[in-house]
């Protein structure tokens, strides 16, 4: 039966990790995977969490399935954070929300649910984007197309060629957005430019679907919610997918959560009971530690006070360790400017290196980033910024493109 099957080619990311972990190499440093880490290159559990999980296991009495829609006032606690307090699509009971396996999960389910409302829609997505969009969204059988969006020039989003783009996309379509922290650019739609997105999509009935996976990583856990509270203000359906994976530090816990917009609170119900259809059918019933302690910390204040302090802490750092990268290039490189990566936010940002150039950092450094020359920010501390910095510029001198 299985003698046919070919062997699928190892994950870029996945292959990464495993080259890293095979180098000799005492100063060798990895900034592929996309996971935060301290200065002793840790991914912690944040004491916020530790605490929650105390207070869960103290509490709780039964390790029984949970709905297939989650815990109902953790989602809401999940629904507040993202769409805020007074949101008024909260208030008309026109939000459908599924707790899901992490924020893959999240997409999956909104991809399966997409294309059973219509199957005939595309899904546009930036070019770049995160590399499991494409597989997620192409597995329920959505038509996908690009859309500009990174300027490789100027090292930020080229969004008179996005909106063009766009302008071909037709009625029912889906315009999938990085609610911040774009992964992998790091270049993000400022204020003005989430208002003109959201009036193409007002004015072709273009339905946004949001991808956020890095809340609080940008400008701030509310700032950060800026675009897609202003899409669930002005257009009547909208689709959110969001993943406590790195905000909260739950990457192997699997949490998040799938939030769709709708028309009015009775296309909410019918949504959200073929949700949880379609989740019995996929997963069953979802994981729940993870989203017990987000429960726990968003429902307790004191808890939700220290988290939002350790966010804050995670944020500045990430932003500390973008300044210092770009002052020491920018010191010591010939005619390329690095302040871009200063002015990007979050974990990610694209070095402009060609392949070649991304080889020979490993090769000769030790020095493992994607081949798209994406580099995860927090992979970088104090003990090797100087060690990176003079191995880019010295790889730059190899061979300049």
Not at 367 to 378: G, M, N
Request: net charge negative; with cysteine; aromatic share 6%.
């Amino acid at each position: 039966m299985f003698e046919s099957v070919k062997p699928v080619p190892a994950d870029p990311i996945l292959g990464l990790m495993e080259k890293f972990r095979a180098e000799q190499n005492p100063n060798k440093i990895d900034l592929g995977v996309g996971v935060y880490k301290d200065e002793q290159g840790r991914t912690p559990v944040l004491d916020s969490v530790k605490q929650a999980e105390e207070l869960v296991h103290q509490h709780e009495d039964s390790k029984g399935y949970i709905d297939p829609a989650g815990d109902p006032e953790t989602n809401l606690a999940m629904q507040k954070l993202l769409l805020g307090e007074d949101s008024q699509a909260l208030k008309d009971q026109r939000v459908a929300t599924l707790q899901t396996p992490g924020g893959c999960g999240a997409l999956s389910l909104a991809a399966r649910m997409s294309a059973q409302a219509n199957g005939e829609s595309t899904v546009w997505v930036s070019n770049p984007t995160w590399g499991n969009h494409l597989p997620l969204i192409g597995a329920a059988g959505l038509g996908i197309k690009e859309y500009s969006y990174y300027d490789p020039v100027s090292k930020g989003v080229n969004f008179d060629r996005m909106m063009s783009d766009l302008e071909t996309a037709s009625s029912g379509d889906l315009l999938l957005l990085h609610g911040c922290c774009h992964n992998p650019s790091g270049a993000d739609l400022s204020p003005d430019q989430w208002q003109d997105v959201a009036l193409l999509m007002l004015r072709k009935g273009i339905v946004p679907w949001v991808d956020l996976a890095y809340q609080g990583f940008g400008e701030g856990i509310e700032e950060d919610c800026f675009g897609l509270r202003l899409l669930a203000e002005q257009l009547p359906e909208m689709m959110l997918a969001s993943s406590c994976s790195k905000n909260f530090g739950l990457y192997r816990e699997r949490t998040g959560t799938l939030s769709i917009v709708t028309k009015n609170s009775g296309s909410s119900a019918a949504v959200k009971s073929q949700l949880a259809k379609i989740a019995r059918e996929t997963y069953s019933m979802p994981p729940s530690h993870g989203a017990a302690i987000v429960g726990m910390i968003l429902g307790t204040q004191p808890l939700r006070q220290l988290w939002e302090k350790e966010v804050g802490e995670m944020r500045w750092r990430i932003g500390n360790l973008r300044h210092e990268l770009a002052l020491k290039l920018n010191k010591n490189a010939i005619d390329r400017d690095f302040s871009f990566i200063n002015e990007q936010r979050g974990m990610f940002s694209l070095l402009g290196l060609p392949p070649d150039q991304v080889r020979k950092l490993a090769d000769d450094y030790g020095i493992y980033l994607v081949a798209s020359s994406r580099i995860s920010v927090p992979g970088i501390n104090s003990t090797n910024v100087d060690y990176l910095a003079e191995a880019i510029i010295a790889t730059l001198g190899s061979g300049d493109t």
